[in-house]
């Protein structure tokens, strides 16, 4: 094709540096020179310490066997920079949140919730899968002098430092086959799981709760006759 044709292609050379491709005609503007999110432009901050909170949602022995096994030394996993032998919820934490995590959304970052659900929709109906198999519930938070606050886009290195923190349920009574964190629930505290779930702002559901309390029970009942 004729070089002065702007819809011209360049054959394949190995010696270009592809990178300056897109200089070679100032007059078109570049299609990698587009519009950011803000939560993009922010430069994500390497923890210095961080710790794992874990907690056992039902009192069976082996469940709590299960746990001491995950937070001892697990001498298949290569040791750290010092030598010692790590556990496997001491290489998760490193591993789960070495890509930075966002949470410029949320005003609220003292803890921080991993998404662990897939919800998905297909011939048969929605599916929904939760990785820790509803047994165990884990979340984050930071673990450095004076701060108790995430920055708003943060991540992991192999030099942060971790501590898992084994937690004991508010209620003693044994759970056999329904949990009653699960079943004692308000409406705002329903709408707050969805907020933590979805990483939105907490502020969100009273929001929410507002918006349905304004709503009549005939205009709610329309509603779902509608979809």
Known sequence: MSANNEFSWIPYNPDVDVSKLNSMDDS???????MKKPSESIEAVTLKGIVLNIRAKYSYKHLSDFIDELMSAN????????????STLHQYTLISTREPIDMSNQSIRETYRPNLYIRKNDAFGPWN?????????IDYQIDEPNQTIFPKVWKT????KVRINRQQKESNEESTTIDTEETDVTLEGLLKKICEQNKCDGSEAK??????????TNEIFRVNIKY
């Open 157 to 160: 290195n192999s030099a942060t």
């Open 129 to 137: 899968f939760n990785f820790l198999l509803n047994l165990l519930e």
């Open 207 to 216: 929001l929410w709760l507002r918006t349905l309390k304004g709503k009549t």
């Open 28 to 34: 078109h503007p570049s299609t990698t020179n587009v």
């Open 75 to 86: 001498t298949h996993i290569p040791s750290n920079e010092n030598g010692q032998s790590v």
